[in-house]
Each structure stands twice: as structure tokens, then as C-alpha cells.
């Protein structure tokens, strides 16, 4: 007891300031920290092999969320009190506990279940030596505390998106392998019998030579690109003036470039069909090559402006003091320093048109020049077998994810180097 506490006769009363820190010492305790996150990646990694296993054999395969909590409990408190050391040892009295009453139940095969159980062991086991890595054994500073809550969130973040992107295109591609005969028999089952050979690949086959995908492929291929210069033979110069030329009316026309998209395109949709139906634009390609690129425009002109105010003027005033004229000094100095963001904001058009839908859809009626996604759409019907529409969202997709895939590393540093010029 302290001298101001025995002249007041007795403790001195806690403070909310003092019992909010002995709170959070509580949970900042090594330990503790590591139990609540070994549980909550057990779970997360029991969920994550039950549903890559099931996908993957057909077979049932299902977490249990009690037994996984408790585990992943002991395996973190191990972890952080005993040390790494102790990792082999807790790892193998899991195992043995998992064999009786573990977080993952299968009604697979013994290999397709041992494997499963290799993959949920590897996956805790590693995954918690990293999280867990910075805990010490009692309290720990908030720096530790944040960093082990931080890996943890990162993991989660990694695997929750991945699947979330990863499991649908999954199922598209393993649907439109199977056969008839094995949807009919069991829709769930996404395994595939590789006795089947090429026969695998027949509703691709089907596609092209039934339903003529190689039409649609085409007619989306060049209506993208002459989406893309168009919409650059409009966006190029309207961005360069917004950006350099001095007009009355320049800022409020710059802050509204994109107001359109605050209006819904299913509201617009019923004026385009009169327009078009009337002045006989509809079901035609000059029809979509006129409204494709009158909706990339906008978005085209505010990527471009950006970029072109973070270009150095001295360049171009430079390029005017020697005799060039406004359009030369666009043609010979401003586009050739602008190409990182000319080829993100084609990749980004491109990738518009290639995906359009709602327009495609509403002004063609023809099968000899559907787009693409038109041409996918027309397979949804109960006369077309349900392996060939996946096929189609395949070959549809497929293209798209490869070219961004490829110059991924090209648009993002089209969209940032504007940000860093100047």
C-alpha cells in the first residue's frame, strides 16, 4: 500500500483509465492471442481443404467446427508457449487426434482422405509458425499483438478472395468437361473421367461447329478494337484540352465527365431501343460501334486527363517555340510520352466492350453477327445442355483474363504514372 493510500485510509480506487489497461494486458497475453488465432485459423483452413477436396474428388468432405476450435486452441497455445520446438510434437498429437475425432470428415477414399488430412496438417501447421511468429509467451507489446493479428487477417484476406474468384471459374470449366450422362447423374459432382480422352473437350468441339462461336469470337474481336479507336480518336484530344487548353466552362466540364454514370443504363435502355429501331441502327454492328463507345468516352477522358496535366508543359511549350503547330506537338511529343496510359486505358475499353451484355443484348436479333456475350446468353435455354453453356462463359472469359493477365503490369503503371509526374 502506497503513503497516499494509508493516509486516505485504505487502496485507492481503480480508475477506468487503469482497469481498461489491465484489460487489454489480458488480451494481449501471448498465449491467450495464440489460442484465439490458432482457432480461428483452424477453422478457416478446415473450411478451405473441405471445399477444395469436395470440388476436387466428388466425395464428401466436411469441416467440424467444434473439434477444429479445439485443436487449432491447443496447436496455438503450443505454438506460443512452448516454442517452435514443440511444433513437431503438437502437430503429431493432432494427427492422432484427428483420426478419431478431428476437424475434417471425409466418406472418400483412404487416399483422397489421407490427402486431405496431409493438406489441413501442413496448412495449420505452417500457417500458425508464421502468424504466431512474433508472440512471445506472456504480454505482449502492441506492435507483436498487431503484427501476428495482422498475418493472420492477410492469410484469411488471401484465401477468402482466392476462393471466391478460383471456385466459380472452377466449376464453369469442370462443367463444360463432363458429359451429359454424368450431370444427369450426380450436377455436384465436379471430377472428371479422364478415360473420356479428347471426348473431354466435345462440347467446345459442338460449340464452334453447331453454334458457330468462331462468328461470335470474331464479331466481338473487332467491334472491341474499333471500340478502342474510337473511343481514343475522341477521348485523346478532348482530354488534351480539358488538361492544357484554357476555355470557359474547362473545370465544370472536367469535375462532370463522369456524371453519365450516375445514371443506370437499364434506364436509358428504352430510349436507345425507340432511337435505334426508329432511325434503323438496331440489330447492326454500326449500331453497337456508335453506343459502345459513347459509355467509355467518359471514363476514357478522366483516366487521360489525369495523366496529361501530369505531363511536363515545358516540353510542349518548348515543341511550339520551334514551329510546331498544337496538333504536331499532340502527335509528336504528348502521345509518344502518353503511351503507358494509352495502352491501360485501351486494355480498360477493350475490356468494356469485350464484356457488354446489356446493349448486345437488347439491339441484336441476328445470330450472324451476335457478340460474344450474346452469343453465351443464347445457350441459356433448356433445349442447350448445360455443359455447353459453361463451355461458352469459358471460351468467353478465357480470352479476357489471358490479354489482362499478360499487360496487368502495363495498365497499372499507365494508371500510376500520371500520379508521379510533375
Known sequence: MSVAERKAGGPAPRTPRSISARKKSIWR???????????????TIAVTVAVVMAFATGALFRPLMLPSVLWGAVLGFGIVFLGRRALPAV?????????????????????????????LVIGVGLGLAKILAPLPKGHASKHEWEESVIRFLTGFGYLFFTAMVAIPFYVMVMTSLKSQQAL?????????????????????QELFADYGFGS????????????????????????????????????????????????????????????????????????????????????ALYMLQGYFRGLPAEVEEAGLMDGLTRLQVILKITLPLSLPALASVSLYVFMIAWNEFLLAFMLLD?????????????LNSSEVPRQHLMAGAVIATLPIMVIFLGLEKFMTKGLTAGSVKG
Not at 497475453?29 to 477453422?43: K, Y
Open 29 to 43: 497475453n501471448g498465449a491467450l492471442t495464440g489460442a484465439i488465432l490458432g482457432a480461428l485459423w483452424t477453422v
Open 184 to 204: 444427369l447423374q450426380n450436377p455436384l459432382d465436379f471430377s472428371l473421367d479422364w478415360e473420356r480422352g479428347w471426348g473431354l473437350l466435345r462440347s467446345y
Open 91 to 119: 502437430l503429431a498429437l493432432a494427427v492422432l487426434g484427428w483420426i478419431g475425432f478431428g476437424p475434417l470428415y471425409s466418406e472418400a477414399g483412404v487416399g483422397a482422405s489421407v490427402f486431405g488430412q496431409l493438406a
Open 366 to 378: 441476328d445470330p450472324g453477327i451476335f457478340t460474344l456475350t450474346r452469343g453465351v446468353s443464347a
Open 216 to 299: 461470335y469470337l470474331w464479331t466481338s474481336f473487332y467491334v472491341s478494337v474499333l471500340t478502342v479507336a474510337l473511343t481514343l480518336l475522341f477521348s485523346v484530344p478532348g482530354a488534351y484540352a480539358v488538361a492544357r487548353l484554357k476555355f470557359r466552362g474547362r473545370a465544370a466540364f472536367s469535375r462532370s465527365i463522369l456524371l453519365i454514370y450516375m445514371v443506370p443504363m437499364i434506364v436509358l435502355a428504352l430510349p436507345i431501343y425507340i432511337a435505334f429501331s426508329v432511325t434503323g441502327l438496331r440489330n447492326s454492328i454500326p449500331g453497337l460501334l456508335l453506343i459502345y463507345p459513347v459509355t467509355t468516352i467518359p471514363v
